[in-house]
């Protein structure tokens, strides 16, 4: 199972970037999937769920309503849409899939991880 992040860069306070994580060697539609983000000398800590079908979706409070995941089953892709960046969101963030259904914010039930793809905010 492979999961390859990009989409990451450097951008200005209240940009936008989108995220890609592109799956392979798994039957991506029956995973939910998560991202999460750890910044320089912090916890990695979650971001943002989705389950398989497209149709629960869970946000942690620092991003809701700035951050948007979605996904695309026949290319095996998700996304996440980040708006109105600001410096505290600088961090790299990976992508995760679970085994399960359910869209899932506890990280030890995500099975799989992407290498992680950096995203740098200047103020």
């Known amino acids: 199972v492979q999961l390859q992040a990009s989409g990451g860069g450097l951008v200005q306070t209240g940009g936008s970037l989108r995220l890609s994580c592109a799956a392979s060697g798994v039957t991506f539609s029956r995973y939910s999937m998560g991202w999460f983000r750890q910044a320089p000398g912090k916890e990695r800590e979650f971001v943002a769920a989705?389950?398989?079908?497209?149709?629960?979706?869970y946000y942690a409070d620092s991003v809701k309503g700035r951050f948007t995941i979605s996904r695309d089953n026949a290319k095996n892709t998700v996304f996440l849409q980040m708006n109105s960046l600001r410096p505290e969101d600088t961090a790299v963030y990976y992508c995760?899939?679970?085994?399960?259904?359910?869209?899932?914010?506890?990280?030890?039930?995500?099975?799989?991880w992407g290498q992680g793809t950096l995203v740098t905010v200047s103020s």
């Open positions: 989705i389950s398989w079908s497209a149709d629960t979706a």
């Open positions: 995760a899939a679970a085994g399960t259904p359910q869209a899932v914010t506890i990280m030890r039930l995500y099975a799989y």
